[in-house]
Structures are given as structure tokens and as C-alpha cells.
């Protein structure tokens, strides 16, 4: 008999993104590419960001795009995150009413203030926003782009049953006030951003959204210090050398940050204010990921809780499925979906209604 040699684990297929720029993905997440977002130089036109804005978002690895959907949407947004939680914002002690858990994840992303909810029209109105899709289109140098189908947040004072004391303190790996979105121990790290919709103002309070853009400007310079072992997705940092800030956001405002920039939300310290924003973010589109782009078209036409990350769980007391139809998308929002390719014709179509399905929208599909 030849003898065989045990194989190891197979590693996931790598699918091209419908880009004239060349951006490889196995999940639609974490990316590989010729030249790093942070190197790399554009070949398009900037059309929301500043010659400014790039600078800064290539330094310090986040930028700012002032009202990028207009401030009356994110407050509208912001009523729909109170009223499908059954949450009177009048009524703090409301906040903090007991409810069952299905699993510690769900008691902890209750703690963090997640809403599990992905496909309601308000959503996708800020997702199919030209000008959100234009800032994106700047910071990858990419047209051909997909949204991701996230959720939103809603972050009360953390006290009583939203205590982060709740939560098991761990010294490695995820710490919600401060980590990476990357494994930055990798010899070619990945290319991932995220994003964030303010949906009121933030305040030092409140706390919300925080970052290390020292950390990040000089991170190739920290990393030659440190141990073969550190933790690849924990920073420990001094930081009155590579201080902390919170960016100051306003209704409809989207930051967007580079998953190498070491990030968090911070406690909610406040007596009875919230910190409320949409994540959001766009990525290279994988069209030849036939499964994947099937699972994110059935997932809207359905509204299903989407698969991408495991942390998605749907909303246990009544899934969005029994509350509201398919969202309808424009011609951009159907390519952002990947219902339609990028290749086919214009973007001024006529829009996508999940209305029209002859496949029913059922919680039993959730």
C-alpha cells in the first residue's frame, strides 16, 4: 500500500469580489489584498470624504461622515429601537424589566444593549443612503460593494439587570471596552472595517463608542516590543502613551474604522441618558459566493436573523418576522444586497419588493 499522509484542516475556499481592484474573501468579513487600507492609493475620485478625511482615516485608521443619512431619519430610527423593544423612553425603570435569557450570549447582549432586529424599511433606507455607500466606496476605492445585515443597539445606563459586573471578567480575548477587530498577530493581517449610525448625541456619559488612533498610527512601531504571546485581539497599552478618545457624533453621523484600530464602547455611566446607533458597513461584493449571497437574499426576503456572525440570535419575545413586511429596496440597495450583480445594467431600476415574492415571510424561517 502507498502511505497516506493525514491531511489538515481544509482551508476555506478564497472567492474574488466583483472589483476591478483586486479584494479576496472566504466569509465577507476579513478580506486579503494587494495593498493595505491603510497604503493604499486611490484611483477614484473621492465623493464624500476630503482629501482631509482620507488622511485622517489612513493615520489614525477611523473618519467621521457628518449626517450621512439626515438627522431626522436617525431619530425616527431611534423611536422604532425604543417602540420594538416594548421600551418607554420616559420610563427608565421600564429598561431594566426582567425577561427570560435563552443562553449567557443572549443575558450579555442584553448587558451591551444589542436590539435583535436586521430588516426593518428604516434599516435598509440607511443602508441604501447614497451618501453612507459613497463614503464607503472612499475608503475601499471600490464601486462594487455589499451592506452588511446588522442590528442596532440601544445602551441604557449600565446598572441592574444591564451591570457589566454580570458579565465574567476574562484576562484574554474579547473585552467589549477595548479590542481589535482582527487577529493582528497575523503576518498579513486581514482588511475588515466597520461602522456605526449615530442615532442621538453622543455625550461623555452616555459613553458609546471609543478608540486608540495613536495605538494605530504607530502600531507597527508597538508591535516590534512585544511579547510572541501577547493577545492577539487585546491591547495592553498605556495610555497616557496611547490615549483613549470618543469621537463626538451627532444624529445621522456614521464613523467609519479600520478592524486593526483598537476599539470599544464604553459604560453607559449616565443617570437616565441612552447611547443608540445602527452598525453599518460595506464590504467588497463576493457575486461568485453563490451560497452566501443566497443566504443574505433569503434572509431579507424572509427576515430571517442573518448567519454572518454567531452572535446574531433574533429577538425572543416576537421576531421581526411576525411584526413588519419585506423591506423594498432601490436599484443601489438591491446591488448592495447582491439580489442584483453589479454587472447588470443601471442602478436607477425599479425597486426590489419583497412584497412580490411568491415565498411567504414566516417566523417558522427564522
Same mark, same amino acid.
Not at 72 to 77: C, S, T
Not at 328 to 345: K, N, Q
Given at each position: 500500500?502507498?502511505?497516506?499522509?493525514?491531511? &489538515?484542516?481544509?482551508?476555506?475556499?478564497?472567492?474574488?469580489? =466583483?472589483?476591478?481592484?483586486?479584494?479576496?474573501?472566504?466569509?465577507?468579513?476579513?478580506?486579503?489584498?494587494?495593498?493595505?487600507?491603510?497604503?493604499?492609493?486611490?484611483?477614484?475620485?473621492?465623493? @464624500?470624504?476630503?482629501?482631509?478625511?482620507?488622511?485622517?482615516?489612513?493615520?489614525?485608521? $477611523?473618519?467621521?461622515?457628518?449626517? =450621512?443619512?439626515?438627522?431626522?431619519?436617525? #431619530?425616527?430610527?431611534?423611536?422604532?429601537?425604543?417602540?420594538?423593544?416594548?421600551?418607554? %423612553?420616559?420610563?427608565?425603570?421600564?429598561?431594566?424589566? /426582567?425577561?427570560?435569557?435563552?443562553?449567557?450570549? /443572549?443575558?450579555?447582549?442584553?448587558?451591551?444593549?444589542?436590539?435583535?432586529?436586521?430588516?426593518?424599511?428604516?434599516?435598509?433606507?440607511? #443602508?441604501? =443612503?447614497?451618501?453612507?455607500?459613497?463614503?464607503?466606496?472612499?475608503?475601499?476605492?471600490?464601486?462594487?460593494?455589499?451592506?452588511?445585515?446588522?442590528?442596532? +443597539?440601544?445602551?441604557?445606563?449600565?446598572? &441592574?439587570?444591564? /451591570?457589566?459586573?454580570?458579565?465574567?471578567?476574562?484576562?484574554?480575548?474579547?473585552?467589549?471596552?477595548?479590542?481589535?477587530?482582527? !487577529?493582528?498577530?497575523?503576518?498579513? %493581517?486581514?482588511?475588515?472595517?466597520?461602522?456605526?449610525?449615530?442615532? +442621538?448625541?453622543? *455625550?461623555?456619559?452616555? &459613553?458609546?463608542?471609543?478608540?486608540?488612533?495613536?495605538?494605530?498610527? #504607530?502600531?507597527?512601531?508597538?508591535?516590534?516590543?512585544? %511579547?510572541?504571546?501577547?493577545?492577539?485581539?487585546?491591547?495592553?497599552? /498605556?495610555?497616557?502613551?496611547?490615549?483613549?478618545?470618543?469621537?463626538?457624533?451627532?444624529?445621522?453621523?456614521?464613523?467609519?474604522?479600520?478592524?486593526?484600530?483598537?476599539?470599544?464602547?464604553?459604560? +453607559?455611566?449616565?443617570?437616565?441618558? @441612552?447611547?443608540?446607533?445602527? $452598525?453599518?458597513?460595506?464590504?467588497?461584493?463576493?457575486?461568485?459566493?453563490?451560497?452566501?449571497?443566497? *443566504?443574505?437574499?433569503?434572509?431579507?426576503?424572509?427576515?430571517?436573523?442573518?448567519?454572518? +456572525?454567531?452572535?446574531? @440570535?433574533?429577538?425572543?419575545?416576537?421576531?421581526?418576522?411576525?411584526?413588519?413586511?419585506?423591506?423594498?429596496?432601490?436599484?443601489?440597495?438591491?446591488?448592495?444586497? &447582491?439580489?442584483?450583480?453589479?454587472?447588470?445594467? !443601471?442602478?436607477?431600476?425599479?425597486?426590489? =419588493?419583497?412584497?412580490?415574492?411568491?415565498?411567504?415571510?414566516?417566523?417558522?424561517?427564522?
Amino acid at each position: 500500500m502507498i502511505p497516506t499522509t493525514p491531511q &489538515g484542516p481544509r482551508r476555506p475556499r478564497l472567492h474574488r469580489a =466583483a472589483s476591478d481592484r483586486p479584494y479576496f474573501s472566504a466569509d465577507g468579513e476579513s478580506y486579503l489584498a494587494q495593498t493595505t487600507l491603510r497604503e493604499l492609493s486611490k484611483s477614484r475620485p473621492l465623493r @464624500v470624504l476630503s482629501e482631509e478625511d482620507f488622511a485622517h482615516w489612513q493615520t489614525y485608521g $477611523y473618519v467621521v461622515v457628518r449626517e =450621512a443619512i439626515p438627522a431626522r431619519a436617525a #431619530r425616527q430610527l431611534l423611536d422604532f429601537t425604543w417602540d420594538f423593544q416594548g421600551l418607554d %423612553p420616559d420610563r427608565p425603570d421600564s429598561w431594566y424589566e /426582567d425577561r427570560p435569557f435563552r443562553s449567557q450570549l /443572549d443575558r450579555q447582549l442584553h448587558v451591551y444593549g444589542f436590539v435583535e432586529a436586521y430588516h426593518h424599511q428604516l434599516l435598509w433606507d440607511s #443602508r441604501q =443612503a447614497q451618501r453612507v455607500y459613497d463614503a464607503f466606496v472612499d475608503v475601499w476605492d471600490c464601486e462594487e460593494l455589499w451592506v452588511t445585515l446588522d442590528r442596532l +443597539n440601544l445602551n441604557p445606563p449600565n446598572v &441592574g439587570n444591564r /451591570d457589566r459586573a454580570l458579565i465574567d471578567a476574562t484576562d484574554r480575548g474579547f473585552d467589549i471596552e477595548l479590542h481589535w477587530d482582527i !487577529d493582528t498577530t497575523l503576518g498579513v %493581517p486581514p482588511q475588515r472595517v466597520q461602522g456605526i449610525i449615530a442615532l +442621538n448625541d453622543t *455625550s461623555p456619559e452616555t &459613553g458609546g463608542f471609543q478608540c486608540g488612533p495613536e495605538l494605530f498610527r #504607530r502600531f507597527e512601531e508597538w508591535k516590534t516590543d512585544q %511579547p510572541a504571546d501577547r493577545d492577539p485581539i487585546r491591547p495592553s497599552v /498605556d495610555r497616557s502613551e496611547f490615549p483613549v478618545v470618543r469621537p463626538d457624533l451627532h444624529p445621522g453621523d456614521l464613523l467609519i474604522w479600520n478592524g486593526l484600530l483598537a476599539h470599544g464602547v464604553a459604560r +453607559n455611566t449616565s443617570r437616565d441618558g @441612552v447611547r443608540a446607533v445602527q $452598525y453599518l458597513s460595506m464590504m467588497p461584493a463576493l457575486e461568485e459566493h453563490e451560497r452566501l449571497r443566497h *443566504s443574505r437574499v433569503e434572509s431579507w426576503r424572509h427576515l430571517r436573523t442573518p448567519r454572518w +456572525n454567531r452572535t446574531l @440570535v433574533g429577538d425572543l419575545t416576537r421576531h421581526e418576522s411576525k411584526r413588519y413586511p419585506t423591506a423594498t429596496l432601490d436599484g443601489l440597495g438591491s446591488r448592495l444586497l &447582491g439580489l442584483t450583480s453589479w454587472s447588470d445594467g !443601471d442602478q436607477d431600476q425599479e425597486p426590489a =419588493a419583497g412584497g412580490r415574492s411568491e415565498e411567504p415571510s414566516c417566523a417558522a424561517s427564522a
